[in-house]
T-cell receptor, first 112, second 112 residues
Framework: GENVEQHPSTLSVQEGDSAVIKCTYSDSASNYFPWYKQELGKRPQLIIDIRSNVGEKKDQRIAVTLNKTAKHFSLHITETQPEDSAVYFCAAGSQAGTALIFGKGTTLSVSS | EAGVAQSPRYKIIEKRQSVAFWCNPISGHATLYWYQQILGQGPKLLIQFQNNGVVDDSQLPKDRFSAERLKGVDSTLKIQPAKLEDSAVYLC??????????FGPGTRLTVT
């Protein structure tokens, strides 16, 4: 069935460093790739997303890249701050209004 | 704009008991999802509604789980009887028939 693999499962960086989280997906029909940030005990919050018609999208310190041929996409966080510490989930969807398939999450720890 | 509301936030029950969760989506959002998030994993879809009709319930354990969305607004998810492996966070999300899904705070269920 459809599957999304996410790596690494944990990531520790120093404040100011960059962090990269990578995901691969199996369903060729997937065309929507959101990233969610979940702080401890809180709801997942959509931080950035990309659709298959673009290869890269950037929003301030956060960027996402997509390689449809290789079926992988990545989240890049630059100039990390302690408040970036959270669990990050990638997901894939095939059309508007359908359910998302999530990766298992990456726990990012940013130490000052 | 108010977000997705869920209640209760926490619930502890013994195995074989029953439990119900409630979700109120963002006003005007026709699509509603229930996801199950087991500790250390990403959310997994249980059931999806479009207005008050079921779109996808292929991963809902129908022998013990049931869900309804009367009048196409609020939704309830019920488990009867609960098993230890049902311990998880139950997340409700809604969407305006678009790609973006917005999550509620979740209900943390502990089955002892």
């Amino acid at each position: 069935g459809e599957n999304v693999e996410q790596h690494p499962s944990t990531l520790s960086v120093q404040e100011g460093d960059s962090a990269v989280i990578k995901c691969t997906y199996s369903d060729s029909a997937s065309n929507y790739f959101p990233w969610y940030k979940q702080e401890l005990g809180k709801r997942p919050q959509l931080i950035i997303d990309i659709r298959s018609n673009v290869g890269e999208k950037k929003d301030q310190r956060i960027a996402v890249t997509l390689n449809k041929t290789a079926k992988h996409f990545s989240l890049h966080i630059t100039e990390t701050q302690p408040e970036d510490s959270a669990v990050y989930f990638c997901a894939a969807g095939s059309q508007a209004g359908t359910a998302l398939i999530f990766g298992k999450g990456t726990t990012l720890s940013v130490s000052s | 704009e108010a977000g997705v509301a869920q209640s209760p936030r926490y619930k502890i029950i013994e195995k074989r008991q029953s439990v119900a969760f409630w979700c109120n989506p963002i006003s005007g959002h026709a699509t509603l999802y229930w996801y199950q998030q087991i500790l250390g994993q990403g959310p997994k879809l249980l059931i999806q509604f479009q207005n008050n009709g079921v779109v996808d319930d292929s991963q809902l354990p129908k022998d013990r789980f049931s869900a309804e969305r009367l009048k196409g607004v609020d939704s309830t998810l019920k488990i009867q009887p609960a098993k230890l492996e049902d311990s998880a966070v139950y997340l409700c999300a809604s969407s305006l028939n678009s790609y973006e899904q917005y999550f509620g705070p979740g209900t943390r269920l502990t089955v002892t």
